[in-house]
């Protein structure tokens, strides 16, 4: 409509036409699986252990990573693991024998966050639980129990900063802060939600002091820790020295371990290594080729070349 209200319709022509976009391919040294996760080679885990040995972190970072490490748990879930968890898997595995055992996110007592609320099974072994056990009946960790807002109760969170507050708070604690009259929330400090950020923090801060001593440890996330259980069940299975396991094994594996909906993102661990090892490969013939044509420049022109 122009300035005088006339109305005027203008004639478009149009086409189904459209043109595409291609997609940002992954890196090869990353696995898509909720995101870009990087395995960490067998190099950089021993790197790791390292500077664990040096204790380069506190122990409650040490046994998040070792826990992240060891059951494939997300952060959120490692750290809303409960003081109940580990008193009850500990006795579990008194009574029965057994080199592992499974905790149950949403079967126990007090649920373990996971991701959109997905039930998940996760194998903790034994030395993993026996660590924990001692951690969890610590003066230290005691002390921070006491300040913090469950207290003295099995509800409580295994792990916590040296402020008395979970490294990641849970979808529980969140409703139970919401309930202005229940007799924990009437005297507790003001709430801020953990998301994890410390421990992302301090992880950061380990790597730096590792990598002083052991170059091999390159930057990684929490995440990846959890991207590295899965590749190492594959190593495991690849390597077994009877060959017993097949792709399909290995696939049903992984799925299992991480619980994965599509067994196509199981499928990119049990390819990551060969991926990874033939990118690898074509780079440094690459190098090679480049390497050779400056050995021939400089037989030709000599080394001062300009």
């Given at each position: ?84 968890h580990i008193k009850e898997a500990y ?153 017993r396991f097949t792709t399909t094994h ?57």
């Amino acid at each position: 409509m122009n300035n005088e209200g006339l109305s005027r319709f203008k004639e478009v022509q149009t086409t189904d036409i459209s043109i595409k976009v291609t997609k940002a391919e992954t890196r090869p040294d990353r696995i898509m699986d909720g995101g870009e996760l990087r395995p960490l080679s067998i190099a950089e885990q021993q790197a790791i252990m390292w500077g664990l040995e040096r204790k380069y972190c506190s122990v409650a970072t040490e046994l998040i990573m070792l826990t992240m490490l060891n059951t494939g748990a997300r952060i959120q879930s490692a750290c809303t693991l409960r003081v109940g968890h580990i008193k009850e898997a500990y006795d579990e595995l008194k009574r029965t024998g057994k080199s592992w055992v499974f905790i149950h996110s949403h079967r126990s007592r007090f649920p373990i966050d996971t991701k959109f609320g997905k039930p998940n099974n996760f194998r903790f072994p034994k030395t993993l639980i026996e660590k924990l056990f001692v951690y969890i009946n610590s003066e230290l960790n005691a002390k921070r129990m006491k300040s913090s807002f469950f207290g003295l109760s099995d509800e409580n969170y295994v792990f916590l900063t040296e402020q008395s507050n979970p490294f990641y708070s849970s979808r529980s604690e969140i409703r139970k802060r919401q309930d202005e009259a229940a007799h924990w929330v009437v005297n507790a400090p003001a709430f801020s939600p953990q998301n994890g950020s410390t421990f992302r923090a301090n992880i950061r801060n380990f790597i730096a002091r590792v990598r002083q001593d052991r170059p091999e440890l390159d930057e990684f996330a929490p995440h990846d820790l959890r991207a590295t259980f899965g590749m190492n069940i594959v190593r495991k299975l690849a390597n077994d020295p009877e060959k017993r396991f097949t792709t399909t094994h290995m696939e049903l594996a992984v799925k299992t371990a991480l619980n994965h909906n599509d067994i196509a993102t199981s499928r990119l661990y049990v390819n990551f290594d060969e991926t990874l090892l033939n990118v690898n490969s074509i780079n440094e013939m690459h190098e090679a080729i480049i390497l050779d044509g400056y050995k021939v420049l400089e037989a030709i022109y000599g080394e001062n070349r300009v």
